[in-house]
């Protein structure tokens, strides 16, 4: 790799970096805003639903949050799609760390253990991404654009967008997480598209090239436009129906795995890969998921070193094994046996609330 492509590897690398910090930062501004608020007797909801747009926290934030996603915006015109997607997992590393410094809000040991695993994979996909770069003018886009093996990808991507917005969202968006979770990831796989060639042409502009008198920039402004107000729609419906710390994981791993099977097909960086460049990427990116799950799955229990069973807290030399006599490890199995049938009677009692089978009628 050449030191021009060296540097902007570089340079997109800090970018994403640096707009998960501020998209993370921007959510904990947004948050203390909110705080004061309630503190003074308003909420969000009151004065006609603006009462927050006195506070100038809340500004702060998305001031924060609008720069986080221009530098975002930014790192797709310098580095391969594959490393800056990923790498937005970090924002949620960023959130939960300040959030526990500045909202008193305590961190257990699982989302501790999601942190060092999102670190941990995000260094590994840093150290395994393509570092160079396929696309860097907006002529060599449109002839990316015109491979057949894109095409196919574009039509059934959108295709299958129009079969579950039309067909499958009305009877089971409701009931599914994953309905709504892949309308806005699949979509995005062709928004992030349109962001890499804007990106380019942008850093074209600053170039001096004419890239405004392109057709192709338009029409990639015009479908970035479509692609981000159905992402959004569907994952404010989805983010309103189930629970945050289910949709967020889940869209994470669905929206990073369509916008590298995107980026494969569109600008086969992938080939430019190792046999363990790519099985670097691919773990990282599974160490991301991990971790991921488990700052958002458990991020509600209270989890500490008290709830652990006895003998991990004494050690297995103050607490030593000692096998019982045959009879009397009969004897404390019939106890434990009859006091589980205690229990189930106390829970199940006799009433006519209670089928033969042991199932309530509701």
């Known amino acids: 790799m050449d030191a021009a492509n060296r540097s902007d590897f570089y340079i997109g690398l800090a970018l994403a970096v640096s707009s998960t910090i501020f998209i993370g930062g921007s959510f904990i501004l947004k948050k203390k805003g909110l705080l004061r608020l309630a503190k003074k007797g308003s909420t969000r909801a009151g004065q006609g639903g603006y009462a927050y747009l ?84 907006l002529t060599a886009m449109a002839e990316k654009l015109k491979d057949p093996g894109f095409i196919a990808f574009a039509v059934c991507i959108v295709v299958s967008s129009l079969a579950l917005i039309f067909f499958v969202a009305p009877r089971y968006g409701q009931k599914n997480v994953l309905v709504y979770i892949l309308i806005c990831s699949v979509i995005g796989s062709l928004s992030v598209s349109c962001v890499k060639g804007l990106g380019i042409g942008i850093k074209e502009l600053f170039a001096g090239t004419a890239v405004l008198k392109e057709p192709l920039f338009w029409a990639l402004l015009i479908c970035l436009v479509i692609c981000i107000s159905i992402q959004i729609s569907y994952l404010n419906k989805a983010l309103d129906i189930f629970n945050t710390s289910i949709v967020t994981p889940i869209y994470y791993v669905f929206f990073t795995t369509s916008v590298m099977a995107c980026s494969a097909i569109l600008f086969k960086e992938w080939l430019q890969m190792s046999a363990d460049g790519a099985a670097g990427t691919v773990s990282g990116f599974l160490t991301i998921i991990v971790g991921i799950f488990l700052l958002h799955a458990f991020k509600d229990i209270n989890f500490k070193l008290d709830s652990l069973p006895l003998y991990l807290h004494l050690g297995p030399q103050d607490q030593p094994y000692i096998a019982l006599p045959t009879d009397e490890r009969t004897t404390m199995i019939d106890e434990s046996n009859l006091t589980k049938e205690r229990n189930a009677k106390s829970f199940f009692p006799e009433s006519s609330d209670k089928r033969s089978n042991g199932t309530f009628i509701t």
């Open 54 to 137: 006195k506070e100038w926290l809340w500004w702060a934030g998305l001031i924060t949050m609008g720069i986080g996603e221009a530098a975002n915006f930014a790192a797709y015109a310098f580095a391969p799609a594959t490393l800056v997607t990923p790498l937005g997992a970090l924002s949620v590393l960023v959130s939960a760390v300040l959030s526990s410094y500045f909202l008193s809000e305590r961190l257990n040991i699982h989302g501790k253990i999601g942190c060092l695993l999102c670190i941990f994979g995000s260094t590994v996909m840093v150290l395994h991404a393509p570092q160079e770069e396929e696309v860097a003018s």
